[in-house]
């Protein structure tokens, strides 16, 4: 009986749309094979609307995945909500399961993702419902966000906590802060850069559970540089850091700020990698799985200003 009133709820939930709060109102759609979920302000006729992109991982369309949970993602959106602003957000491929609709896992490329966000931007144009389109890519969404950027009509980019870094590279750097014995990392580094060098490691080594078919998946993400594509995109930009992010360093933010110089920038001193504010290290990793806590309200007007604001640049 629990069981039928969970699948009755659920199919009026997909039908008619759920209220997030007073202020905006939150639909499932789908577009292709993507399952979304479309937040809008009420009362608000063709609002802005922003595509959210999700980091790295099996990341659902709250921004949650298989060891973190943190609905960075659905917070954002109903926080852009309260600020008159819709949002697009989307479960990424892998989440909950790698869906047929996709092909086979070790046939993913990087470029599937950036594909994906660009039928989205294109879904939100076509609809005749919004005005201005943004895209917003939080972490390794912010990299999805440069590439779509340079293939469909968008009006602002949000890049919130974005590595300026080849993937590859940034994962090193991130195992190499760790205390790995070097009898373990050595190995370990040695083989990311020949995955990044298009070669096969079978078997990889300890520590490294990447299977030799998936290999060729990781190398088409662990070689982007997002600088030089970011270097070409002239619309308006809004690039963001914080100075309690574990994952992404103050050099990504610069380097970034240095390949968009007509770009605005905000550094958030007490903000993580998840866009809260933490105390410490120990605070910091909780965060990771408290979805209640809220997002820093500097960034969240910073970016709602933006991607509202009427200037061309």
Known sequence: MRGRRLIVALAILSLCGATTGVSANETQIRVGNLDAVLTTPQ???RPTVALLIAGSGSTDHDGN???AKPATLKKLAEQLAERKIATLRYDKRGAGGWKPEFGKPEDFRFKDYVDDAVSLVNYLRGSGKFGRVAVIGHSE???VAILAARQVQIDRLVLLVTAARRQGDLLKAQLERR???SDVLDPILKAIDS?????????PPRGLSIAPSMQPSLASAFTIDPIDPLKSI??????VGGGRDLQVARLDFAALSAASPLAKTLWVPEMNHILVDVTDDSDNLAAYNQADRALDATMLDAVATFVQAGDTR
């Open 43 to 45: 009362d608000v006729e």
């Open 234 to 239: 002239e619309k308006p930009t809004l690039i």
């Open 65 to 67: 995945g298989p060891q």
């Open 141 to 143: 969404g912010g990299l």
């Open 195 to 203: 995955i990044m060098d298009g070669q096969i490691v079978d078997p």
């Open 179 to 181: 205390q790995i014995p």
